[in-house]
């Protein structure tokens, strides 16, 4: 049995996803990948890449439980807290992805490790919801990850196109169920080859 670990922020955890122990994209996931697999989510709302963000994943248990599981895959989605102005800084980030990737590749599993650039953040009448930025996104943390990804010859989920408006999102940042459904589908394309 392969064990994938999902690691990420409130996107991956489920926020706002009515019974969302079933419905969040890991679940979901672990539904379409059946029982040769389990899928734990390892999702904490707010959370950041950057080691010293006001939220950082590192500094979570949920981050030393994911090591300790010896995950045999990956799915490393984070970076939308990374937009927020207090957070973002280009070469922090870039520094802390790259260590938060190389701690799950030293792992003694030696995990398959998929990066995943974050969905779209909309912002409607263009004030930022939660405190993110879509520019920062685009801009910023999407270009860093597909860079990262290419520099560390890992593979690479970009969502950038998976959703065209935020109708699968209540709040412009979080998808519902069908729309982590959405999410769990493009991410099994790439576990599942």
């Known amino acids: 049995m392969k064990k994938v670990a999902c690691i990420g922020d409130s996107i991956t955890w489920g926020f706002t996803i009515l019974?969302?122990?079933?419905n969040s994209y890991p679940s979901q996931l672990?539904?379409?990948l059946g029982p040769d697999y389990q899928v734990r989510n390892f999702g904490y709302n707010d959370a950041s890449a950057r080691f010293d963000a006001d939220t950082?994943?590192?500094?979570k248990k949920v981050y030393t439980r994911s090591l300790e599981w010896a995950p045999d895959i990956v799915l490393l989605m984070l970076g939308s807290n990374d937009t927020k102005r207090r957070n973002w800084d280009p070469e922090v980030f870039r520094r802390d992805y790259r260590k938060l990737v190389q701690s799950y590749l030293d792992l003694p599993s030696k995990p398959r490790v998929i990066l995943i650039a974050p969905i779209r953040i909309f912002q409607p009448l263009h004030i930022p919801v939660l405190g993110l930025y879509s520019d920062t996104m685009e801009e910023g943390v999407r270009p860093a990850i597909r860079e990262i990804a290419t520099e560390m010859g890992l593979e690479l989920v970009d969502l950038?196109?998976?959703?065209?408006?935020?109708k699968y999102m209540m709040d412009g940042?979080?998808?519902?169920?069908?729309g982590a459904r959405m999410l769990a589908e493009a991410i099994y394309s790439t576990v599942n080859w």
């Open 19 to 22: 019974n969302r122990r079933s």
């Open 30 to 32: 672990q539904q379409m």
């Open 56 to 59: 950082p994943y590192v500094s």
């Open 160 to 166: 950038v196109d998976l959703f065209t408006d935020s």
């Open 173 to 178: 940042v979080h998808p519902q169920a069908a």
